[in-house]
């Protein structure tokens, strides 16, 4: 279990990357703020879970690699934001998506989870 909210987001990337949504989806609020911001946005698990499913369908494995993170507070009230290299296979070729990611932790819980990143860019990472 998390004590910190590096801690947490770290433990939730590393969950994605490995495409356990189930268990990522426990580490989130009922209400919590995915966006995804050149896409747009949604709430909760069931709202996220739609979101990725497609994504992780897509993708024969994924790689999810933190680059660089920095985090404040306590997972009372917490800050986390990362810069990543979200990698994914498709058709037997790693393809590259950059991100920088904002999230928010309240009560050990995420409440926010905020993706910036260019959308050609992920255009041209999931077309094969």
């Keep these: 279990m998390a004590t910190t909210p590096d801690e947490l987001v770290r433990t939730f990337v590393e969950t994605l990357s490995a495409k356990d949504l189930d268990t990522a989806l426990t580490m989130v609020s009922p209400d919590c703020e995915y966006d995804n911001v050149p896409i747009g946005r949604t709430h909760g698990p069931d709202g996220i879970r739609a979101t990725l499913a ?75």
């Excluded at 369908?57 to 660089?68: S, T």
């Excluded at 920088?100 to 077309?127: C, H, P, Q, S």
């Design 54 to 128: 497609g994504f992780f369908a897509a993708a024969e494995q994924l790689d999810w690699v933190i680059v660089r993170q920095v985090a404040s507070g306590n997972l009372g009230t917490g800050t986390v934001l990362n810069e990543r290299d979200d990698r994914l296979l498709m058709g037997g070729t790693w393809r590259s998506l950059p991100v920088t990611g904002v999230f928010e932790v309240r009560n050990g819980l995420i409440t926010l989870w905020r993706d910036y990143f260019d959308r050609d860019t992920l255009m041209k990472a999931m077309t094969p």
